[in-house]
């Protein structure tokens, strides 16, 4: 667990910014504070607490969906007029005492490369919206880096609603993490996008061609040409799903 110098809770997006924002010091933002209390035993100047800021609303729109970076996961699983792929995957973040402390801020933030849910907000084609000190910034989540993040306060992920989802995974047993994941979507010009969690550092969108090049990293749980042929098999699997 980080030591922790000093603590802040402002009560505006701007007081907020403004700590966020201070080259000066070793800031960390506290959404959940799933991210934060994992981290290893280093010193942390500050810690900005984003609870005050009302970031924890949903705003439907005509084709999108807005969500507020403190929307926990759990809102998402149950809020029936998000998309039904979200609330699928979001179930697999973890048990319901994670999901009630996790935020969306803090699993775009993690980009977990597990996370079946980061790779469902890839085929929604999300885009982040953040505020640095030079104004707003809004970024596919297919670019956004830990370099872009930096220093920034991410307010809001707005995803495309509407269309047919598909889910596939392997795992170990039914609730754990996945080996490997797919998810697609077809939105409603008939588009298909395929994205994939345990093939890479990070949850990625690959086309169908190009899933035989993939060098999925290892572990005690699946080998790189075992990840690689799984992702081969489930993409199979959603594409079929999406094309009947």
């Known amino acids: 667990m980080p030591r922790i110098r000093q603590y802040h809770r ?5 007081d907020a910014l403004q700590l966020i924002t201070n080259l000066e010091v070793t800031t960390a933002v506290l959404a959940g504070g799933t991210n934060l209390l994992a981290q290893p035993d280093t010193e942390i100047d500050q810690v900005v607490d984003l609870q005050k800021l009302g970031l ?19 809102q998402i699983v149950e809020h029936s007029q998000s998309p039904a792929l979200l609330r699928q995957t979001a179930k697999f973040e ?10 969306m801020g803090g699993l775009v933030v993690q980009a977990d490369w597990e996370s079946e849910f980061f790779a469902s907000l890839l085929v929604h084609k999300a885009v982040i919206r953040l505020l640095t000190r030079d104004g707003e910034l809004s970024i ?8 872009k993040i930096h220093n920034s306060l991410v307010v809001s992920v707005i995803v495309e609603s509407g269309g047919q989802g598909a889910h596939h995974r392997v795992a170990r047993t039914k609730t754990d993490r996945p080996i490997v994941a797919a998810v697609g979507r077809k939105d409603e010009s008939g588009e298909i996008v395929l994205a994939f969690c345990g093939v890479d ?15 999925p990293p290892a572990d005690f749980r699946g080998s790189s040409s075992y990840r690689r042929q799984m992702a081969i098999i489930l993409g ?8 009947q």
């Open 140 to 147: 596919p989540l297919r670019d956004l880096t830990k370099e």
């Open 56 to 74: 924890n609303k949903i705003q439907l729109g005509q084709k999108e969906v807005t969500y507020g970076s403190m929307v926990r996961v759990q």
């Open 236 to 243: 199979q699997r959603v594409l079929q799903q999406l094309v």
């Open 94 to 103: 973890g048990p319901n005492t994670f999901r009630n402390v996790g935020t």
């Open 10 to 14: 402002p009560e505006s997006i701007q």
């Open 201 to 215: 550092n990070r949850p990625v969108v690959v086309p169908e061609e190009e899933l035989k090049n993939l060098n």
